[in-house]
């Protein structure tokens, strides 16, 4: 018992959860985005591997860690545009066509990493995102290696948080995104692009899933495996019921699997002897279908999800 | 102005046209991977049909290959078809497997007769049950099962792997994450000398047969049916809509459980963590291509193994990454995807909007 106290209470922990959740909190808000205008965006999965694959190889090209950054967004929004035209214009199963997504980018990741890379055995590293030296800030006991040394995009997540946020409760733009996920017919009554709204939508929301992705190899680790996303994206589609659409609750639910998964890590070396440590590897999963479980009762859906929408049928 | 109209009779050529043009049209498009990777495409086109139809040998390969892929494409098929999104048939398969090792490796002597039915309906037992939690969760709280299911997937996979290194590890096995091998009398027979085709081909074949018989004509496939197509107006008419999603259910996991029994009390005789290459999420993709009709998966997944043979030998000639082969496969789900679109709706131009 002491010793759960003396984890709870350890910077190191606190630390490991913000960095845990950081992916986490991207995909959490791109999934956000997406199902609030109306669009379900099960290509999660695999937009974070090739947000992380493709983050990592611009790197590894010399482009610069941002350019990194800029890449994954922009491959990220593209498979997001694919997306978004099969399942907006096109109207079609926004299940199947997810889990084309995923599939499709997935493999284009992996076929594009071994064909520039064909005989590597370990994987080429680069030299990823430091935590941040803040003067004063990074010394400050407790706070100073919580939320001072972690990564910028630690930071960029956590500013995407009130972005996303901001735009979404105070401006024009996300109230008609909104609308268009409860009642397209209204806004295009109201003389907007439905299809206008609802593809932007996918495709910023996608852009942020490929940031999670991104993190992975530009930040937490320094190269690209194969299967390291590792159902990060799917926990996210569970985070969002959980967070019941809404971006402070997103960060809260990302922080919680965070904490949760880095106390199972450290469960795990301490009671590695009672209890075989895949039992603390599931957990994470476990809790996410908890959650879901617990939100999904309640959840205020976003009342137009999965039901496609066509200009001039009512 | 571009309208979208409902096509009035959506035509049965269709149906039957639409998803071989989606095959053709993604291994046409492989060409531009093939040509990125520095291979000229007509050679690898030629020793991918070499490697599938080049010899009895490769054709055995290939319908090895295809046999688990029909077994997922069906529990997809099935499930997809009453609108319950199992996603989980990869889980579904290693828990079919876990129940083969866990009794089939030596835990009951039992001659071939009693051991071998035994350890196939233990191994759609353990998939069936693999289903009922995500179905109750759907049912009960309102769940999402693709979300349950997909998370699910990786649960039982570590699951897996605690059971290799502790209760099912084989003890002769110098500490590797592997199970004992099957009894041989526990094996399902080879269906050639020297090949690696075996009898879960047939249990394959003729489950196809059954679920696409009682699909069209029996009241089960009536009210399956009606449940996927309109759950509120199946209710109405008084169909147990919850039963029927529970028998379902239990029906996709047992057949996502026998491509785990298939693997390996057909082919590898003892089980590891790697066993399924994805075939359970490969399943998905030959139910899309097969418009969720069970002769159809079977076809499906005779192209999506014929894929996956041809370009491992493609790949082992020619030095291209055989994940050429995901490419095309996910590259042939889109297609399909959109060919079904073409084929419920036809795009005119207009020239006035038309209110």
């Known amino acids: ?314 | 102005m571009i309208r979208i109209e409902p096509r009035e009779n959506p035509s049965r050529a269709f149906a039957v046209g639409i998803p071989i043009l989606s095959a053709v049209i993604s291994l046409a498009l492989a060409a531009i991977p093939l040509l990125a990777a520095g291979a000229n495409p007509i050679t690898a086109y030629g020793e991918m049909i070499r490697g599938v139809f080049g010899s009895v040998f490769a054709l055995s390969e290939m319908l090895t290959r295809a046999t688990p892929l029909i077994f997922t494409g069906l529990a997809a098929a099935l499930a997809f078809r009453a609108k319950l999104w199992n996603i989980g048939a990869e889980g579904q398969l290693y828990l079919g497997a876990m129940a083969v090792v866990a009794i089939g490796s030596g835990y009951l002597d039992a001659p071939g007769f009693v051991l071998l039915p035994l350890i196939i309906l233990l191994g759609a037992g353990a998939g069936a049950a693999g289903m009922m939690a995500p179905t109750y969760l759907k049912v009960r709280f309102g769940a999402d099962e693709v979300v349950t299911t997909l998370l699910l997937n990786f649960i039982i996979l570590i699951f897996l792997q605690m059971m290799l290194e502790g209760p099912l590890q084989d003890p002769m096995g110098l500490g590797w994450p592997q199970s004992a091998p099957v009894l041989d009398q526990g094996m399902l027979p080879p269906l050639m000398e020297r090949m690696r085709v075996h009898s879960g081909l047939i249990i394959a074949l003729v489950l196809a047969g059954i679920a696409q018989f009682m699909l069209a004509r029996s009241v089960w496939g009536f009210k399956l049916r009606a449940v996927g197509e309109n759950a509120a107006a199946a209710r109405h008419a008084g169909i147990n809509v919850n039963r029927s999603l529970f028998g379902v259910a239990a029906i996709s996991g047992a057949l996502a459980g026998l491509a785990g029994v298939s693997e390996v009390a057909g082919l590898k005789g003892y089980l590891t963590s790697d066993l399924s290459p994805g075939f359970g999420y490969t399943g998905i993709v030959v139910a899309m291509l097969a418009g969720l009709s069970p002769v159809g998966v079977v076809v499906a997944a005779l192209f999506i193994a014929s894929v996956f043979v041809g370009a491992d030998s493609m790949s082992r000639a020619m030095g291209v990454s055989s994940f050429l082969a995901d490419l095309v496969v996910s590259m042939s789900l889109l297609c399909v995807l959109v060919g079904g679109f073409l084929a419920k709706y036809r795009i005119l131009r207009t020239k006035e909007v038309a209110s």
């Open chain 1, 1 to 314: 018992m002491m010793d759960l106290l003396n984890i709870l209470l350890s910077e190191s922990f606190w630390a490991a959860s913000l960095r845990i959740a950081t992916p986490l909190i991207f995909g959490v808000l791109g999934a956000l985005i997406c199902e609030r205008a109306g669009i379900l965006n099960l290509g999660i999965e695999g937009i974070f591997v090739v947000g992380a694959m493709c983050g990592w190889m611009a790197v590894w090209l010399g482009a610069g860690l941002w350019g990194g950054v800029l890449a994954a967004a922009a491959a990220g929004a593209l498979f997001g545009l694919l997306h978004a035209v099969l399942t907006v214009p096109l109207g079609l199963s926004q299940h199947v066509s997810g889990l084309g997504i995923t599939l499709f980018a997935t493999s284009v990741s992996y076929f594009t990493y071994r064909t520039a890379l064909p005989d590597v055995s370990s994987p080429p590293r680069i030299e990823p995102f430091r935590a941040l030296d803040i003067p004063l800030l990074s010394d400050l006991p407790f706070l100073g290696p919580v939320l001072f040394q972690q990564t910028a995009l630690t930071w960029l997540a956590l500013l995407m948080v009130a972005l996303v946020w901001y735009v979404m409760n105070r401006t024009a733009l996300g109230v008609a995104i909104q609308a268009v996920g409860d009642n397209p017919d209204s806004v295009d009554a109201q003389g907007l692009s439905v299809y206008g709204l609802r593809i932007g939508a996918i495709v910023a929301g996608s852009a942020l899933m490929a940031l999670g992705g991104a993190f992975l190899t530009m930040s937490a680790f320094d190269a690209f495996f194969f299967g390291m996303v590792n159902g990060r994206g799917w926990v996210c589609i569970a985070l969002v019921i959980f967070a019941s659409w809404r971006p402070g609750k997103a960060l809260f639910g990302a922080l919680l699997f965070g904490a949760f998964d880095a106390l199972q890590v450290r469960l795990q070396t301490e009671m590695g002897a009672l209890v075989p440590g895949q039992v603390f590897l599931m957990a994470p999963y476990i809790l996410s279908i908890i959650a879901l479980v617990i939100a999904a009762r309640s959840a205020d859906y976003p009342r137009a999800l999965l039901t496609p929408w066509f200009k001039g049928q009512r």
